[in-house]
């Protein structure tokens, strides 16, 4: 398996195609690849399983260079086609694509690695830069149109916020109570 090899080359397709998206470009996957390195360092996950994690990080949004709805069947369509150059085998891969399924909205992972990519996707819920991150969302969605205006903002920011939880024992123990507080704040708004 050529890791770095396979993460450099989604990197530098990913910087060049995504640069126009506010939200789902480079900046964001490469917070999740590095968020989720970390869960995988906390919940103890073996080295291999780490770099499949990375891997499926490294690839999640990668969709986003031919779609924005269904961009996670392309994401996984794109590992597919990808990985095998980089000596990734069929298991190997089919764990990738389903922890980049995990990330689809509302997230339902059905295993471990599954739950630590889908967390580390929306860790930024539960951080201190919720506001910041969340305000590069907001010009995505208002660019395509998706959202009209502030109120639309809110009201989707809290549906999302009251169904959304953390999987993890490691992001529910760093970012659940964070997250209830981002919640009350934009309900007070």
Same mark, same amino acid.
């Given at each position: 398996?050529?890791?770095? +090899?396979?993460?450099?080359?989604?990197? +530098?397709?990913? *910087?060049? &195609?995504?640069?126009?998206?506010?939200?789902? $470009?480079?900046?964001?996957?490469?917070?999740?690849?590095?968020?989720?390195?970390?869960?995988?360092?906390? !919940?103890?996950?073996?080295?291999?399983? *780490?770099?499949?994690?990375?891997?499926?990080?490294?690839?999640?949004?990668? &969709?986003?260079?031919?779609?924005?709805?269904?961009?996670?069947? !392309?994401?996984?369509?794109?590992? #597919?086609? $990808?990985? /095998?150059?980089?000596?990734? $085998?069929?298991?190997?891969?089919?764990?990738?694509? &389903?922890?980049?399924?995990?990330?689809?909205?509302?997230?339902? /992972?059905? $295993?471990?690695? !599954?739950?630590?990519?889908?967390?580390?996707?929306?860790?930024?819920?539960?951080?201190?830069?919720?506001? *910041?991150? &969340?305000?590069?969302?907001? +010009? !995505?969605?208002?660019?395509?149109?998706?959202?009209?205006?502030?109120?639309?903002?809110?009201?989707?920011?809290?549906?999302?916020?009251?169904?959304?939880?953390?999987?993890?024992?490691?992001?529910?123990?760093?970012?659940?109570? #964070?997250?209830?507080?981002?919640?009350? +704040?934009? #309900?007070?708004?």
């Amino acid at each position: 398996m050529q890791f770095q +090899q396979a993460v450099d080359h989604i990197f +530098q397709k990913l *910087t060049a &195609g995504l640069s126009d998206l506010a939200y789902h $470009n480079i900046d964001h996957v490469k917070d999740v690849y590095s968020v989720v390195s970390e869960i995988a360092r906390q !919940e103890q996950v073996s080295e291999e399983d *780490t770099l499949l994690l990375m891997t499926a990080a490294a690839y999640h949004d990668a &969709g986003f260079l031919i779609c924005r709805a269904g961009h996670e069947e !392309e994401s996984c369509r794109i590992s #597919k086609e $990808n990985l /095998p150059g980089f000596g990734y $085998n069929a298991a190997q891969i089919e764990k990738i694509v &389903g922890m980049i399924c995990a990330t689809r909205i509302a997230q339902s /992972p059905k $295993n471990h690695l !599954e739950e630590i990519l889908a967390d580390a996707d929306l860790d930024y819920l539960g951080r201190d830069d919720f506001y *910041t991150t &969340g305000d590069k969302l907001y +010009q !995505e969605l208002l660019t395509a149109g998706t959202i009209n205006d502030d109120k639309e903002w809110h009201e989707l920011q809290i549906r999302f916020l009251e169904s959304h939880h953390y999987f993890t024992k490691t992001s529910i123990a760093k970012r659940s109570a #964070k997250k209830k507080i981002h919640l009350q +704040q934009i #309900k007070a708004k």
